[in-house]
């Protein structure tokens, strides 16, 4: 794939967002390392950013696996709803996943 920027600049670019991506994370470190005790506050909301990330990495999987959200006739929206039914239910991670994965290979090859 060619473009019209030339080899100096493409690797400024990529040389300056990896010293803004290390900085940010370098300032948190940092942060942290100045201060003694976390407030509270930030580990109440430090709790929710494994489940965040989570659902940023799975929800759009579930409802536009092919690029545009679909929801009648996707096989993976209720595979997704009995995985998470499931998880609420036995809360377990392997049972999750068996659940989820046997719906998802029954709706789609019909076993």
């Given at each position: 794939?060619?473009?019209?920027y030339?080899?100096?600049?493409?690797?400024?670019?990529?040389?300056?967002?990896?010293?803004l991506?290390?900085?940010?994370?370098?300032?948190?470190?940092t942060?942290?390392?100045?201060?003694?005790?976390?407030?509270?506050e930030?580990?109440n909301a430090?709790?929710?950013?494994?489940?965040?990330?989570?659902?940023a990495?799975t929800?759009?999987a579930f409802?536009?696996?092919?690029?545009?959200?679909?929801?009648?006739?996707?096989?993976?929206?209720?595979?997704?709803?009995?995985?998470?039914?499931?998880a609420?239910?036995?809360?377990?991670?392997?049972?999750?996943?068996?659940?989820?994965?046997?719906?998802?290979?029954?709706?789609?090859?019909g076993?």
């Amino acid at each position: 794939m060619s473009t019209e920027y030339g080899p100096i600049a493409i690797w400024s670019v990529i040389l300056t967002l990896g010293i803004l991506t290390y900085t940010i994370r370098a300032s948190f470190v940092t942060l942290f390392g100045l201060i003694d005790d976390v407030p509270p506050e930030i580990t109440n909301a430090l709790r929710y950013v494994p489940p965040a990330v989570l659902a940023a990495l799975t929800v759009p999987a579930f409802l536009s696996p092919t690029g545009s959200v679909e929801i009648i006739g996707n096989e993976r929206v209720f595979a997704g709803i009995a995985a998470t039914a499931a998880a609420w239910y036995f809360d377990d991670v392997t049972a999750t996943i068996v659940v989820g994965m046997c719906i998802l290979w029954i709706i789609r090859f019909g076993l």
